[in-house]
T-cell receptor
Framework: DTEVTQTPKHLVMGMTNKKSLKCEQH?????MYWYKQKAKKPPELMFVYSYEKLSINESVPSRFSPECPNSSLLNLHLHALQPEDSALYLCASSVQGSTGELFFGEGSRLTVL | EDQVTQSPEALRLQEGESSSLNCSYTVSGLRGLFWYRQDPGKGPEFLFT???AGEEKEKERLKATLTKKESFLHITAPKPEDSATYLC??????????????FGQGTILTVHP
């Protein structure tokens, strides 16, 4: 079982909806990540939080808004998404930033109608 | 620009038929090379970290090796449960990719009973 928990597992939303993806880890990790993965493609980095501060933003459109309320929680707020944003959204954590040893959650499958 | 190329794209093996997956890379100073396993609809699972040429890591039927330009993931006597997509990723020591994993496209491994 993964120690990074993501909710919801599946989400269907219209282009005018506002929704949020949530991620939680209790391993004491100080870095947390959002990745986006399309079918048959590798994960693409979106955001990195290190010690609760945004350290990397990969020029992601503003309709995706990350939030790190504390060291265990990571949210991704979604607003006015497009159908091409449909994908598997993966949360990951690591002991600290600038490492490749990431622990991924099982992902949230997002469908935008 | 850092690049990671995995081959083959897909590999079909009979149970017990050993083989190897390849990951070739170009990076501006290698901080680490990482192997992940990903099952359909799930997040990647970390397998190995390799830091320097000549290093080897083993876990059950898997052995990862590293040279200055490529890494191999050797699978000995595979079982159907080894079927998954295997992802290779590198972490650069500097440049614009600093602190960010660069993933290859993955190799889809199918092991038939």
């Amino acid at each position: 079982d993964t120690e990074v928990t993501q909710t919801p597992k599946h989400l269907v939303m219209g282009m005018t909806n506002k929704k949020s993806l949530k991620c939680e880890q209790h391993m004491g990790h100080r870095a947390m990540y959002w990745y986006k993965q399309k079918a048959k493609k590798p994960p693409e980095l979106m955001f990195v939080y290190s010690y609760e501060k945004l350290s990397i933003n990969e020029s992601v459109p503003s309709r995706f808004s990350p939030e790190c309320p504390n060291s265990s929680l990571l949210n991704l707020h979604l607003h006015a998404l497009q159908p091409e944003d449909s994908a598997l959204y993966l949360c990951a954590s690591s002991v600290q930033g600038s490492t490749g040893e990431l622990f991924f959650g099982e992902g949230s499958r997002l469908t935008v109608l | 620009e850092d690049q990671v190329t995995q081959s083959p794209e897909a590999l079909r093996l009979q149970e017990g038929e050993s083989s190897s997956l390849n990951c070739s890379y170009t990076v501006s100073g290698l901080r680490g090379l990482f192997w992940y396993r990903q099952d359909p609809g799930k997040g990647p699972e970390f397998l190995f970290t390799l830091y320097s040429a000549g290093e080897e890591k083993e876990k059950e039927r898997l052995k990862a090796t590293l040279t200055k330009k490529e890494s191999f993931l050797h699978i000995t006597a595979p079982k159907p449960e080894d079927s998954a997509t295997y992802l290779c990723a590198v972490l650069a020591a500097g440049g614009t990719s600093y602190g960010k994993l660069t993933f290859g496209q993955g190799t889809i491994l199918t092991v038939h009973p």
